[in-house]
């Protein structure tokens, strides 16, 4: 038998950093494609063992002279670009920005993994998975508003603008136009609620109502 290279010992010894590495993001991709979103277990594996790897070499593959901090300063820049391209705006709403964030930080325990700072890698992890477990609790004080947008004609010849705004309970319009069709005045504008109408219910409110003309959701401006 034959006594290994203590180089090459070392640098076996650092695959363990490569595999709790990947162990880590994939379970941290879990949880993201449990949730059915953008980036699932192989994007967070991928960015956590990469960041591992780029950690390892910027601190033992340039010697003693070489600043690995400034090597390893940039795998935060690179998965910020990363992060950039899954956030989304469409339909009045920002998507993608939690899972960006989620990149982010699992960049974070790549390095931490790369850096043999075990403890801190687990513990983090733990943390990013009971934190996206926690918040997506359905309790009130969690949950994201939402609001939508109508469009709304009506006609005013009394206090009808604020029928209009008791029922959708808000406090103005938006976009305010008014114009006159024979003796009357009609009101055409568009408001923001947090309360979601079917179509339903905006039936009834026109009949409940004579003098709103036409009520139409318009949630994809």
Not at 63 to 75: C, K, L, N, P, Y
Not at 117 to 128: E, H, M, N, R
Not at 193 to 216: C, D, G, M
Request: charged share 20%; hydrophobic share 45%.
């Amino acid at each position: 038998m034959f006594d290994m290279p203590q180089d090459s010992i070392f640098q076996l010894s650092t695959l363990v950093d490569l595999l709790l590495a990947v162990v880590l993001g994939f379970l941290i991709g879990l949880e993201r494609k449990n949730r059915s979103k953008e980036a699932g277990i192989r994007t967070h594996a991928i960015v956590c063992v990469g960041s591992a790897l780029i950690m390892i070499i910027s601190k033992y593959a340039f010697g003693s002279e070489s600043d690995a901090a400034r090597v390893a300063a940039q795998i935060v820049a690179g998965v910020g670009f990363l992060g950039a391209g899954m956030i989304v705006y469409k339909k009045r709403e920002i998507t993608g920005l939690t899972t960006a964030a989620g990149i982010w930080a699992t960049a974070g325990v790549g390095m931490a993994c790369g850096g043999r700072l075990y403890i801190v890698a687990v513990g983090a992890t733990l943390f990013l998975i009971l934190v996206q477990y926690f918040f997506h609790l359905n309790v009130k004080l969690f949950r994201q508003k939402r609001s939508y947008l109508i469009k709304i004609e009506f006609y005013r010849t009394d206090d009808e603008n604020l029928k209009i705004k008791e029922i959708f309970s808000i406090t103005r319009f938006n976009h305010l136009v008014l114009k006159r069709d024979g003796d009357k005045v009609v009101y055409s504008a568009k408001l923001n609620t947090e309360k979601e109408f079917p179509s339903s219910a905006l039936n009834r409110i026109i009949e409940e109502n004579p003098f709103i003309i036409s009520i139409e959701r318009v949630d994809n401006e």
